[in-house]
């Protein structure tokens, strides 16, 4: 049976990928879990919001976006800022988990953290995207910006490379009572154009499923960037974050500031 199959709700909620990585999953060409749904590649904004009518409810959606938004808003991508890519305002599916995972080891907190609502509970504001790909079937791309203090920033990346070499052999992360396992913690070599960037890839499991992730956090200046890869169509197979997409998404950061 294909993964895709198994995508199912039960699956999303027990924490066995980003909950972020689970709604940018939707926006994957052909692909997307059960009960996902595509959004129209004419907007970025969620198909319907809770009250039925489309952006509603969306501080980041189209009426936010004309009137200029906050710094933060201007940074988040856009559907056509990536030829290639549908870009969602929907960043999160609404059967995943709220809040920020517990490790089970305190040293591996950090990558837990990386995996939840927001980088880590020190965020002032943080802007959520799904990226579906056009191009390779399958892979989507949870992107969000986040405000901090800068030496909060700073912190933040300096905390990630200590829990990448410390957590190599892995972790447990439990959100709402479900857990999920992530294995073999690897450093990755990524290029960007940021102040100080960390990547790493790990197999996350819960359920007899399994996927590869790749996450990579950069930091301009006081706002940081998470890019979360998977493949929803091949989860054993390897997925990277595209260089285009970490490229366009500080392109923006920096014009915004």
């Not at 969602?88 to 837990?112: E, I, M, Y």
């Not at 799904?130 to 992107?143: C, D, E, N, R, W």
């Amino acid at each position: 049976m294909r993964l895709k199959t198994r995508f199912t709700a039960k699956a999303a909620t027990a924490a066995l990928l980003p909950a972020l990585l689970l709604g940018a999953a939707g926006c994957s060409s052909g692909d997307a879990p059960a009960g996902a749904k595509a959004p129209d590649p004419k907007d970025s904004a969620p198909a319907a919001s809770a009250a039925g009518s489309p952006g509603a409810a969306s501080p980041s959606g189209p009426a936010a976006r004309k009137a200029g938004g906050s710094r933060l808003e201007r940074s988040a991508l856009e559907q056509g800022d990536l030829p290639g890519y549908q870009v969602s305002a929907q960043g999160k599916n609404p059967s995943a988990p709220d809040g920020q995972p517990q490790a089970d080891r305190k040293a591996c907190q950090p990558l837990a953290d990386i995996m939840g609502d927001k980088p880590d509970p020190a965020a002032r504001e943080t802007v959520n995207r799904g990226i579906g790909s056009q191009k390779q079937v399958g892979l989507a791309v949870s992107a969000s910006v986040s405000s901090y203090a800068e030496r909060d920033a700073k912190a933040l990346v300096t905390r990630l490379k200590d829990a990448v070499a410390a957590c190599g052999t892995g972790f447990t992360a439990t959100v709402e009572k479900q857990s999920g396992s992530y294995r073999d913690v690897r450093p990755a070599a990524y290029r960007t154009a940021g102040d100080d960037t960390v990547s790493w890839t790990t197999t996350a499991a819960a359920q007899g499923v399994s996927a590869q992730v790749h996450v990579v956090v950069v930091r301009q200046g006081d706002t940081v960037v998470r890019l979360m890869a998977l493949n929803v169509a091949a989860g054993r197979q390897k997925a990277l974050v595209p260089q285009e997409v970490a490229d366009k998404q500080l392109e923006k950061v920096r014009s915004a500031g």
